[in-house]
């Protein structure tokens, strides 16, 4: 694997979760790091952990959503260290609510910090790689930037379009065999990213099984970054899901309907909440710990195997399905008149 040691890193997202263990585990290696987010005090305490881990750090608050922030990050990188190896486009949000019935503007914000807080990263980054003729640009992308989701449609446009980025960089800039542009796609975390999340559902919003450590995730990023790819699927066992969708994509479609009303969300009420869509999360409730998923990994796999036939069966005649929630799961309807302040 090759050596990282002294590679400037770049990582937006930087203040928890995924980006904080990518932090961490790139100060392992010996880089030198640049840190962006918006919780100033949550991004001090991630460059604390990597300055003990003996790292070179310095860190900025940045806001994606806005071009100047990005083109400062950039800036700030260089004059510290005079040349950026590694960009990570980590930063991004969700709102859990469905297309329709719910305020354009949540969906809008989601495209804003997923989709274009990335490309300003881009625009940022490529111009810095192009001078140098070298450096790796990772977009974290998910498991639905290539399949569907029900309940976070604009998280789901979103990454798709992350994909796109990453495809039309690579033609742009083939003429430079030593720019990376690699693209990595996670199944779910174990993060704050399901109670961080803007929610109109009116329940609480949990990871599916078998939620994967940020570390693992981290691991693979930094992995990237050593020997760069176009594509990683982590963990690699998702390809599998994305092949059988191929196969029979209305059947997975109707599977994951059903698996996720059953356990996405819990019977937990919970009111309407912009969550960090906006602004940074001040509830320490939310921004600490993870919520687990609602049932183990083998329940999981067992309720797979047990209803993948008979909605294959349903599909293939055309008949509709019984309610998704055998498990008594009541995913509350958005009203009209439900709006998310800011």
Known sequence: ???????VVTITGASSGLGRATAIRFAARGTRLVLAARREDALRETAEICRNAGA???YVVTDVTLEDDVRRLADRALAAFGRIDIWVNNAGVTCFAPLEGTPFDAHRRVIETNLF???????????IFRRQRSGVLINVGSILS??????VPSYAISKFALRGLSEALRAELADLPDVH???????AMNTEHFQNGANLMGVEAHAMPPAQSP????????????RPR???HVPRSAVLALWLHELFPRTVERLIFHALGNWHFSRMPEPATRGNLYAPNTDEARVRGARPPLLSTPRFLVWLARNFVPIMWATSKGESLPAANDQGVEVLPVSDETRLAH
Do not use: H, N, T
């Open 56 to 58: 070179d750090v310095i």
């Open 1 to 7: 694997m090759k050596d990282l040691s002294g590679k």
């Open 146 to 151: 290539k399949i569907g989701q029900p309940f």
């Open 230 to 232: 176009r594509e990683l």
């Open 215 to 226: 570390g693992k995730v981290a691991e693979a990023i930094v992995a990237l970054a050593a």
């Open 117 to 127: 807080g990335s490309m300003f990263g881009a625009r940022a980054a490529v111009p």
């Open 181 to 187: 542009i690699c693209s990595i796609y996670p199944y």
